[in-house]
């Protein structure tokens, strides 16, 4: 019996392995937060409904269970024997969950982000003394890397000198703390860059990153005010290829010990020029004004940025941290190594397409968020 404990099934990975692990055949159990037993079913019920619709069948669906349960709580919420008998009847885990905001202070992103990972490591640890756990996959990030410049290397132990939010820096410390985990527990660490929808359709069940960088590049948040971005790098990597990956490595002892970057490497990124003009081509065929683009240095775009942030509106300022953000990883043009990642994976078969080959299908996601943000914001002036 195979059988997967995955956190962050709600998630744009999350969900993506959780459907990909049904339609393999493997019992999944995923565990779901919510702040009561009918929220619980409520979250539990559009999981499934969006799994049905994303090809999971009715009968492969029969081979999940939902959890209540809370990563940042000790046991995870769980009466004891619950708890011991979860952990008890798992083989894989998959930890997948975290928090992607990037402005919380950094006591609240190390509750978010941190204090899951050492309750998910303890829940490893006793599936492992148990018997049946196989293997642990913790899902990281790229940004571990935090501000350093130009191409960040396929190890471990980065050391960065500074972080461009909260965010970077817990994932950072509560990626130290697996690596510093030595309870026998097979681990891979995966380090993806920014997701997007999947491959050929562009479906994800959330909106990501993606989406509020490519309406910042065409000039849609600034009134067509940008930085000279001169071919400024952006790694993108589609849902499935991710989820393929960590089931990849889940189903394979060989891979314990590594780390994994699943990104698209120094040859296969989008550079921002090139987003920025396909989402305003995009964007344009529906008869929408957009302003013309205005190239500034990046030190008077962040000028204008600070006033804005003092601005009353609370929608200008939301559009300023944002900004602001989006600048400040401009500076340290990051690219990131994955040779030797996609030459592992390759022997599986599974392969990290080129941005441009995948670019179509998450422009018309951005076209069509867009859109649907525009008309309702035109409602809420009516």
């Known amino acids: 019996m195979t059988r997967f404990f995955v956190t962050g099934a709600t998630g744009a990975v999350g969900s993506e392995v959780v459907a990909r692990l049904l ?12 702040s009561s037993r009918e929220k619980f079913e ?19 669906l029969g081979r999940f269970q939902g959890v209540w349960g809370d990563l940042g709580a000790n046991r995870f919420g769980m009466e004891l024997d619950d708890y011991n008998a979860l952990a008890g009847n798992v083989t894989h885990v998959i930890h997948a969950a975290a928090t992607v905001s990037t402005g919380l202070p950094i006591q609240q992103a190390r509750e ?11 829940f490893a640890d006793l599936a492992w003394r148990q018997g049946q756990l196989e293997k642990l996959d913790y899902v990281s990030t790229i940004g571990v890397a935090g501000a350093t410049r130009g191409r960040v290397p396929e190890r471990r132990g980065l050391n960065p000198k500074r972080f461009h939010n909260t965010y970077e820096r817990a994932k950072w410390e509560a990626e130290c703390a697996v690596f510093a985990h030595t309870d026998g527990v097979p681990t891979t660490v995966h380090r993806p860059s920014m997701v997007v929808g999947d491959a050929k359709t562009g479906r994800v069940r959330r909106t990501q990153v ?53 990104c698209a490497g120094s040859e296969k990124y989008l550079d921002a020029d090139t987003l920025a003009a396909h989402v305003r081509e995009s964007i344009a065929r529906h008869d929408v004004d957009l302003p013309p683009l205005r190239q500034l240095p990046a030190s008077v775009l962040q000028a204008l940025v600070s006033s804005m942030r003092m601005a009353p509106q609370e929608l200008i300022r939301r559009r300023a941290a944002a900004v602001d953000m989006f600048l400040t990883y401009a500076r340290d043009r990051q690219t990131f190594g994955a040779d030797k990642t ?41």
């Open 23 to 34: 339609r393999e055949g493997f019992e999944v159990v995923a565990l779901i937060r919510a």
């Open 42 to 60: 409520q979250r539990s019920a559009e999981l499934e409904s969006y799994w049905l619709t994303s090809g999971v069948t009715e009968r492969e």
């Open 112 to 122: 978010e982000i941190c204090v899951p990972t050492v309750n998910i490591l303890a």
């Open 210 to 262: 993606f989406y509020h960088l490519s309406v910042f590049v065409a000039g849609l948040m600034t009134g067509g005010f940008v930085p000279k971005l001169r071919g400024l790098p952006i790694d993108v990597v589609p849902s499935d290829f991710v989820s393929a990956a960590l089931v990849g490595s889940a189903l394979d002892q060989s891979y314990s010990g590594r780390v994994l970057h699943l």
């Open 342 to 382: 996609q030459h592992l994976l390759a022997s599986k078969n599974i392969y990290c397409p080129a941005a441009r080959d995948i670019l179509g299908p998450q422009i018309a996601q951005v076209e069509e968020t867009f859109l649907a943000k525009r008309v309702q914001s035109k409602r809420r002036m009516m």
